[in-house]
């Protein structure tokens, strides 16, 4: 098949052959049909995080299966799949929770093994980690789903409990952060988007955001804006600085979530927990959603609430692949998510 591999972290990956993975028991083998170019793809390959060399990055794909281990019940070859970046074993007490993204003996594609920059990638439990595309729903909107999109659903709807009306304040408007105005907007929560750069508030805009803030400090702005604080603050940055500016966002009882990853000198924001107790905030962290809670944010898809497809930005091949990887080294833009197009 072919795939897309790099031997050290920061040298430029290459378009390659590469062995066909073999089905796992109790997995599958996916013909991805397209799968998105990812932040966390970007960190894994400048060593960031942790990835045996040589790797195929990949974790926001979709595709259709063309194996499927004599142990799946409910798959057949054929079925149009997209799948959360974290996979669950399917046996530890968590997963049988349903609580598979938070799974201790967990994979990720892309991360622990090859992933889905390549024709075929295989899914470990199949039966508890797979989730199935309505048939109106293309693969290249449909790779928006397993990371960004999912990972601002549960977010707002688990943790957050964002209700309509409520004010919902997003801090970063990168990937996940115009993820979370969409979904912000699709529940009927008044948005408002902090960012520094005037193109992604504007962008926020596009997507439903009733106000914007450019502000350093927005904790001030934000909390005149909506007559007290925010019922639900989101930081999609992952700074320290971040982590408590929307802390300090918040009104009385609401909600904080931290999606974006908090790495190395930031992981530990001195949070005001003085706060916390005397007005009842709470502090949550959101990491991705599990397969069966995607049949809530896929209704919303299917009755036009919600248009993933408008998180999408270009759609390349994958011989454009190394070089979209790479150019996330440069300073972002808001251009949105841009999707390698494999096979339909
Ligand atoms: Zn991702
Ligand atoms: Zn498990």
Redesign the pocket.
């Known amino acids: 098949m072919r795939a897309v591999v790099y031997h050290e972290h920061q040298a430029l990956p290459e378009l390659t052959t590469w062995p066909d993975p073999a089905c796992p028991d109790g997995g599958v083998v996916v013909r991805v049909g397209a799968t998105?170019v990812?932040?966390?793809?970007w960190h894994a390959w400048m060593g960031h995080d942790p990835v045996r060399l040589p790797h195929v990055p990949g974790?926001?794909l979709a595709g259709t299966l063309v194996s499927v281990d004599r142990a799946v019940r409910r798959w057949r070859v054929g079925d149009r799949v997209t799948v959360p970046?974290v996979c669950g074993c399917g046996w530890c007490g968590y997963c049988r929770a349903g609580d598979t993204h938070v799974c201790p003996d967990q994979t990720q594609p892309g991360f622990t093994g090859p992933g889905s920059f390549a024709d075929l990638v295989a899914l470990e439990a199949a039966d508890t980690n797979l989730v199935r595309l309505p048939d109106g729903l293309d693969l290249v909107t449909a790779a928006s789903l397993?990371?960004?999109l999912a990972t601002a659903y549960r977010a707002l709807v688990t943790h957050g409990r964002l209700g309509s009306g409520e004010w919902l304040a997003v801090h970063g408007c990168g990937?996940v952060g115009l993820s979370a105005v969409l979904v912000g907007v699709a529940l009927g929560a008044r948005v408002l988007a902090v960012d520094t750069s005037p193109e992604a508030v504007a962008r926020a805009a596009d997507l439903g955001a009733e106000v914007t803030v450019t502000d350093d400090d927005p904790v001030a702005v934000v909390r005149e804006v909506t007559g007290g604080g925010a019922h639900v603050s989101l930081d999609a940055v992952g700074t320290a600085a971040t982590a408590v500016a929307s802390i300090g966002c918040l009104r009385r009882r609401g909600r904080h979530v931290q999606v974006g990853l908090l790495l190395g000198s930031e992981a530990t924001p001195p949070l005001p927990m003085d706060r916390v107790v005397a007005q009842e905030l709470s502090v949550h962290g959101s990491h991705g959603m599990p397969a069966w809670q995607y049949a809530d944010l896929l209704a919303l898809v299917s009755d036009g609430t919600l248009d993933p497809a408008r998180l999408v930005g270009r759609v390349i091949g994958l011989e454009d692949a190394p070089a979209a990887l790479a150019a996330m080294s440069l300073p972002p833009t808001t251009a949105g998510m841009t999707v390698v197009r494999l096979s339909t």
């Open positions: 998105g990812c932040r966390s793809d974790h926001e970046f397993g990371c960004r990937g």
